[in-house]
């Protein structure tokens, strides 16, 4: 299990994946976030 976690427009994110079953996931506040939104965040200034 492999854990990222960083900082997206003023707010903590965090990336989660597993090595063995490959599952994947991008979590804000304790809610799953879909890739969309991650990106939005990635691109606001």
Do not use: H, Q, Y
Request: hydrophobic letters at 45%.
């Amino acid at each position: 299990m492999i854990k990222v976690a960083l900082t997206l427009a003023d707010s903590p994110v965090s990336f989660t994946m597993c090595n063995v079953c490959e599952w994947k996931a991008w979590e804000r506040e304790g809610e799953r976030l879909p890739l969309g939104s991650v990106l939005t965040l990635v691109s606001a200034r």
